[in-house]
């Protein structure tokens, strides 16, 4: 009996072997084991254990083998019979072409952009969007519009501006938050960001029947920021910017110790005033009013009238005199005392080179665009290591570079720019891999990105990371770029759009409260929300301060919905509390639902038919920003 080849008791050449050599001598071999591992083809006379050659690859032999064969040796059963060496050559040449297609079909789908792809329950984003809308409409001060969707606020504020040294017509604009405070700053930069938001996906707000809304909120905003800025009426003359109406400072009931709704108001309400060294006060206003007349391009007289105050702005905020000084509009008492505690100031060249990038965009003039490239490393130094990376109402470095990322990317202007707009480039890259790769940023247990994890209220900082995160992926698609790489890593476009999508999920109940943090929204909503008007009933009746306590402490729900009001939202361990006495959790403002809509529209489903010029439609409008760059030249 033969012994099996490879056997470890196999040490020598037994009687029978040596008859099966001789045998070998004069038959060709007609199989042979698998390859071992010491690379041989290994003899055998059982085709149950072999492959079969009849094409002649096997060389013929007329002796025995040179040596045994590896003692490591193996054979499997095969049932694969291969008699032609023709056949077996196109079987290779075939494999081998099947294994080319796979890895081209990979590679492709590695590299080609993907499409936006919703994964878990989808949330009804143009309900959303209409709800988070319709909360400016309950903000507004003043004259109050007879067919706004909120029914349970009128005019207010008709007094504004009446005890201000001189008197000005200040009616209008927006309260801030639950309190009935107006604040000019973050209702600027309010402002800014809707109108950037309309610039960029006009055809999504058309689309869903919102356009005409968002116009009108901006257009509420934008009016009231023509009256809180004077221009002087000579060279010589100050030029005076108000900065808050109303007061927490007052003696007696004020805007702060009075629970009391916006009609019912009969307390006196202080005017702040500042003058050209608030300029981080008048950058974010010269944003505004460029961004805006973007917006109406097609009001021309009212468009030019945004542009020309914007220009009075930057020519006096950015001059230098001798005796010019530049500053924050809170560190001087008289102008930003009162805001201190609410909307503190920590620099001005954010503001300033945001104002010269959209003034850039709404004139044409490249002065403005090299102003904010020649200062873009010194608002990055003085830019602090809380707040990198963070775009909010007190830091606009970071969507700056957006903006200048996007003239790099789509109307490149060349020297002297390129070294600025490649800078701005680099940043966002770095920022989108930040937002990804969680070394930089926590988050919390429920998913939620911690931007400020030691400041709170973290819902305004994550709705405006998903909404420069799907924009950005917007701009990547339409290069049709794959993603974008930091170091060693690569983040898909796809990566970035699942990181925007699950921030507005979170917000709108995702998260382990089961709790929409959007007032309206889905089945459980905060319903003790910090708002005065909110809280306090509709009912024909006037309610003094001293009755209006009984709505800021009861355990009741709040007798009128708030709808589309984002709270504060949740601690960094997703805990929530909805009570109506403590606004860290439960007061809105209207900076942070500014963040809300421009997240919610950038994730909308874009129209059937889009206004990209490359055929992608994603509901962006590509050139549109560009319609005012005829490269005005300096000095003009």
């Keep these: 009996m033969i012994n099996s080849i490879g056997s470890p008791t196999h040490t020598s050449a037994s009687h029978a072997d040596r008859n099966y050599a001789s045998d070998i001598d004069h038959q060709p071999v007609r199989f042979v084991h698998t390859i071992s591992e010491a690379g041989r083809l290994l003899p055998s006379a059982s085709q149950w254990n072999s492959i079969e050659l009849d094409f002649h690859l096997a060389p013929q032999s007329n002796t025995t083998y040179d040596s045994l064969p590896s003692r490591y040796s193996k054979s499997f059963d095969y049932e694969l019979v291969i008699t032609d ?25 590695q590299f080609l952009p993907h499409k936006h792809k919703h994964h878990g329950k989808s949330k009804n984003i143009t309900l959303a969007l209409n709800q988070a809308l319709m909360f400016f409409d309950a903000q507004k001060s003043g004259n109050y519009p007879s067919n706004s969707p909120v029914k349970f606020r009128g005019s207010s504020g008709l007094q504004d501006g009446n005890t201000s040294n001189p008197p000005a017509d200040l009616k209008g604009g927006f309260y801030d938050s639950g309190k009935n405070i107006k604040f000019s700053f973050p209702t600027a930069y309010t402002i800014t960001l809707l109108s950037w938001t309309v610039i960029e996906y006009h055809d999504k707000y058309d689309s869903i029947g919102e356009l005409d809304h968002v116009k009108d909120i901006i257009r509420w905003g934008s009016d009231y920021l023509l009256k809180i800025f004077d221009p002087p009426n000579s060279t010589t003359a100050p030029i005076i910017i108000y900065s808050q109406v ?14 009391q709704r916006p009609e019912d108001m009969n307390y006196t309400r202080p005017v702040s005033a500042c003058n050209e060294t608030a300029s981080d006060l008048a950058g974010e206003i010269m944003a505004a009013l460029s961004a805006a007349s973007i917006v109406f391009k097609d009001d021309t007289g009212y468009s030019i009238k945004l542009i020309q105050s914007a220009e009075k702005l930057f020519e006096v905020a950015t001059k230098n005199d001798t005796g010019h000084h530049q500053g924050t509009y809170t560190t001087v008492e008289d102008c930003g005392g009162e805001a201190r505690m609410y909307y503190d100031s920590s ?54 570079a957006v903006l200048l990322t996007r003239l790099r990317y789509f109307h490149d202007l060349g020297y002297p ?20 790769s969680r070394e930089i940023y926590s988050r919390t247990p429920g998913g939620l990105i911690l931007l400020r994890p030691d400041h709170g209220e973290p819902l305004q900082f994550a709705a405006t990371a998903s909404f420069l995160g799907k924009l950005y992926s917007d701009y990547l698609e339409l290069l049709r770029r794959s993603g974008v790489s930091c170091s060693s890593e690569f983040y898909s476009v796809e990566m970035l759009r699942e990181f925007s999508i699950s921030q507005v999920n979170y917000i709108l109940g995702d998260n382990p409260m089961k709790m929409s943090y959007m007032v309206g929204f889905g089945n459980k909503y905060p319903t003790h929300v910090h708002h005065r008007a909110a809280s306090i009933p509709w009912d024909d009746q006037h309610y003094s301060c001293q009755e209006g306590d009984r709505w800021l402490y009861s355990t009741d729900p709040n007798p009128n919905i708030l709808y589309g009001a984002m709270v504060a939202g949740p601690d960094k361990f997703d805990n929530f509390l909805d009570d109506r006495d403590k606004p860290w959790f439960t007061e809105p403002t209207i900076a942070s639902n500014a963040g809300l809509v421009a997240a919610l529209i950038a994730l909308h489903n874009p129209p059937y038919k889009s206004s990209d010029s490359n055929g992608t439609n994603l509901g962006i409008d590509l050139t549109g920003i560009f319609k005012n760059l005829q490269l005005v030249p300096p000095g003009t």
């Design 85 to 109: 060496k023709k056949y077996f050559k196109r079987f290779v040449y075939v494999s081998i072409l099947i294994v080319f297609v796979v890895l081209a079909i990979v590679l492709l789908v």
């Design 246 to 259: 109303g007061s927490n400072h007052t003696n007696g009931y004020n805007d702060v110790t009075c629970w």
């Design 347 to 400: 620099g001005y060249q954010d503001e300033l080179i945001w104002g010269g990038t959209w003034l850039f965009f709404a004139t044409g003039n490249t002065s403005y665009l090299g102003y904010a490239t020649s200062n873009f490393s010194a608002a990055e130094g003085e830019e602090t290591a809380s707040e990198q990376g963070v775009f909010y109402w007190n830091n606009k470095l970071t969507a700056n």
């Design 417 to 436: 720019y390129e070294v600025g707009l490649g800078s701005s480039s680099n940043k966002i890259d770095l920022l989108i891999c930040s937002y990804l």
